[in-house]
């Protein structure tokens, strides 16, 4: 904080009472009653994060209700069915601090029904933190909430074993579930923590366990307060891996502000506002616009608080380039180096969230960026069997004429016109895209381009 | 002039004292702060909402976050006007204090307001007042008749999901039926960064740039942008009463009873709504770092300690939003 107090009566000096820290988002989903909401109160409140008056009123509901103490779950089930009906029905978000950090937490459903709520607040997440109660092990569900996180690239899972004190804080089932998950984390190419834990009483959450002397790992909040999140995980692959510094920017917004210009200079002005999607961008640095594949460079990057001479990955900013190339809304900049490809076939994993079934030769819009495009489903590859045990994504994968609710399959889609849709593995921003319905603008499914696997077969992928 | 030079104007525009702002240094920052992020976040949000948008309009009250959400615009459309409308429900029962402010930063500004008011439809018969003599309930309708005739179909709201637990459940970019309903078991998908504004015609969407801002961080944001305020949020003399805690101040629409007396307390307000029904708090604040050091150490909710409106039932705010609320 560089600026003074803008108050009446300034006089104070601008002590910055509480420092301003990184920003972790995650996520949380089991299946029901495994604890889930207790975990989420119990964090919240070994940190201090429950005012008082939300406390007491929890306090007062729990005992109307005729339950003793606090329902932590009525702290974030919002809805007036949610807490009729005793369960969550869609995301909840919560904030709160530690001086490590701030977090942003989506408390997403367990029901099967509601996992396209899941998919939703685990889409923005830089942890997903997975609840299994030590009694029951991996359950199916478990298997779908470590499938949406591979499919959607969430850099960490924190796999919770919970409920460990009622096999009175035993290690040999928490150890045998441990194996369990890291086997499927393997296959799914996921990275995963196990952490045992009680979420009623505490252990390991905030707060590490006197009762668990086997275990010597970190506690679940120290997971969250270390993690890097994918922002930084994105600029430390560019610092660190030679010859990958490509860069992306999708162009939201042209600033041409002409008779609406601030001041008389600017009325020539030509901007390209986005937020960088990946890398960093310098000025000078050769562009390359996708679809159109002119070539430019970068002459100036500009926000509202002065220049730049670089920006990184979740800055908003505009950018200016050095000709005067045709360059609109939904349009992609990329580093010539190492620069994005537009493609009209795309196969992809999907994640089906919508009542109606998705179709072969079904039309579509797709989202990408910020472009909008028309769709056709050309095939259906398969679908993912969440019954399957192990396995990759792609093994699980059998065949399929239809995409219903909650289904993750691999689908061909033809595109109207080209898009620089790249590899999801490698691309998080430029490779995730949604479907979106052409009549209603309902939103259909999440999609997530694929690289090609050797040996099954799929032909289509990212190409002319 | 450099790009630097005009930061200067764009915020001593919104600014009483008009601090000097050290220019940043140039050059990328290796890690976003959490506040860095927010705001790259919300301009985002802006630009993308109003980029698909047929006609968006911002609602500007005069309260901190509407002066939030509108300083974004001003960032996220630099070097150009805001190109947003502004729109105002008035219940007739605001703060005049945050009415003056209102109108000198639309004008500082060179934006449009459009005012829907609350005491027109009573005056015709359309709305009745209520026993209770507060008018939060009654925006409702003024809302959406103008959100109608300005064929408005992006509203911007300064809403944010730690509110209220009913907020916490809305999406950013959130469908309004005809009838301008939050469906909260219906609710789109909203995935990554790709928001979608899509509607059929008649239907709108609001988009809150706040949703994921806490109070703390609408004041650091405050502090750090160097923006003013309407004078009631710092600490100041007031003659007020208490009625269930809260203490109000004296108001045509509020009928005094015997045993509430008045005193001179020094209070500030956490909220800035209808006057008849938003508490002051006593509190000494009176700069920004001393707000931000009280609501970092504050034990009590927002609305939990200056709304009477939200303390009537677990799901006030769910039923309001379902009838068209903010």
Not at chain 1, 23 to 35: H, K
Not at chain 1, 338 to 357: G, T
Request: hydrophobic letters at 40%; proline letters at 5%; aromatic letters at 6%.
């Amino acid at each position: 904080m560089t600026t003074t107090a803008p108050a009446p009566n300034a006089s104070a000096p601008p002590t910055p009472a509480v420092p301003v820290t990184s920003l972790l988002r995650f996520a949380t989903a089991g299946s029901v009653d495994d604890g889930k909401s207790t975990l989420v109160g119990r964090l919240l409140h070994d940190t201090k994060s429950i005012l008082a008056d939300a406390y007491e009123a929890v306090e007062r509901v729990t005992r109307e209700r005729g339950g003793e103490g606090v329902d932590l779950a009525l702290l974030t089930d919002g809805l007036r069915a949610e807490r009729e009906q005793g369960i969550t029905i869609d995301v909840a978000y919560r904030y709160f601090s530690t001086p490590q950090r701030t977090f942003i937490l989506a408390d997403c459903p367990g029901h099967v029904q509601y996992t396209r709520n899941t998919v939703t607040g685990a889409s923005t997440a830089d942890a997903l933190v997975v609840l299994v109660d030590v009694r029951t092990g991996v359950v199916e569900q478990t298997r779908r909430h470590l499938a949406v996180a591979a499919l959607l690239r969430v850099p960490h899972v924190i796999v919770a074993v919970n409920k460990i004190d009622l096999l009175a804080w035993d290690r040999a089932p928490y150890d045998a579930i441990a194996a369990d998950v890291a086997d499927h984390a393997t296959r799914l190419g996921i990275e995963v923590s196990v952490v045992p834990v009680s979420a009623l009483l505490g252990d390991n959450v905030a707060v590490r366990s006197t009762h668990t002397p086997w275990y010597s790992g970190p506690t679940v909040l120290d997971l969250l307060e270390t993690l890097p999140s994918a922002d930084q995980l994105d600029a430390h692959e560019v610092e660190t891996s030679e010859g990958v510094s490509g860069w992306r920017f999708p162009v939201q917004y042209v600033l041409r502000p002409q008779d609406a210009a601030l001041t008389p200079e600017y009325t020539e002005y030509r901007g390209y506002a986005g937020q960088v999607a990946q890398g960093v961008i310098s000025v000078g640095d050769p562009v390359v616009v996708q679809p159109s594949g002119l070539r430019t460079t970068v002459a100036g990057i500009d926000t509202a608080d002065g220049p730049l001479t670089r920006a990184s990955s979740g800055q908003s900013v505009a950018i200016r380039l050095a000709d005067n190339v045709d360059v609109a809304r939904g349009d992609l900049l990329s580093s010539a180096s190492d620069a994005a490809r537009a493609v009209k076939n795309i196969d992809a994993h999907v994640a089906w969230l919508a009542e109606r079934p998705l179709r072969v030769r079904d039309r579509v819009w797709v989202q990408h960026g910020t472009s909008l495009v028309q769709g056709m489903v050309t095939a259906i590859r398969g679908v993912l069997d969440i019954s399957l045990p192990g396995g990759t994504l792609d093994a699980s994968i059998v065949e399929g004429e239809q995409l219903d609710l909650n289904d993750i399959g691999v689908v061909s889609l033809l595109l109207a016109s080209p898009l620089a849709i790249e590899d999801f593995s490698t691309h998080r921003r430029t490779g995730a895209f949604v479907l979106v319905d052409t009549q209603d603008g309902a939103t259909l499914a999440a999609g997530t381009a694929r690289a090609a696997t050797p040996g099954t077969g799929t032909d289509g992928y990212l190409s002319i | 002039m450099t790009a630097t030079h005009e930061r200067t104007d764009v915020t001593a525009s919104l600014n009483t004292t008009s601090p000097v702002t050290p220019a940043p240094p140039a050059g990328a920052k290796r890690e976003l702060d959490a506040l860095d992020a927010l705001e790259a976040e919300g301009i985002h949000i802006l630009r993308e909402a109003v980029a698909t948008a047929r006609k968006p309009v911002i609602l500007f009250s005069g309260g901190k976050d509407s002066v939030a959400v509108l300083h974004l615009a001003t960032k996220a459309f630099w070097p150009g006007r805001v190109p947003i409308e502004l729109l105002h429900v008035d219940t007739g029962h605001n703060f005049d204090e945050v009415i003056a402010f209102r109108d000198a930063t639309v004008e500082r500004l060179g934006l449009r307001l459009r005012v829907a008011r609350v005491q027109d439809y009573i005056d015709d018969n359309r709305l009745r007042e209520r026993p209770d003599g507060t008018r939060n309930a009654l925006q409702t309708v003024p809302l959406l008749d103008a959100i109608a005739e300005g064929g408005y179909d992006v509203v911007f709201g300064g809403a944010r999901r730690d509110e209220e637990k009913a907020r916490a459940k809305e999406r950013v970019v959130s469908l309004r039926d005809e009838f301008g309903q939050w469906d909260p078991r219906n609710q789109r998908p909203e995935l990554w960064n790709l928001y979608n504004t899509r509607h059929l015609p008649g239907q709108h969407v609001r988009v809150f740039p706040l949703s994921n801002w806490t109070e703390l961080d609408v004041w650091r944001y405050i502090e750090r942008e160097a923006l003013a305020l309407p004078p009631l949020y710092y600490a100041h003399e007031r003659e007020v009463f208490e009625r269930d805690g809260m203490l109000l101040t004296p108001h045509p629409a509020i009928k005094r009873r015997n045993t509430e007396t008045l005193a001179t307390r020094v209070v500030r307000y956490r909220t800035v709504g209808d006057a008849s029904c938003t508490g002051a708090v006593e509190s000494p604040a009176a700069t920004t770092a001393e707000v931000i050091a009280e609501v970092a150490s504050t034990r009590i909710t927002e609305r939990g300690a200056t709304r009477a409106d939200d303390r009537v039932s677990e799901a006030a705010m769910e039923d309001r939003k379902k009838e068209g609320y903010f």
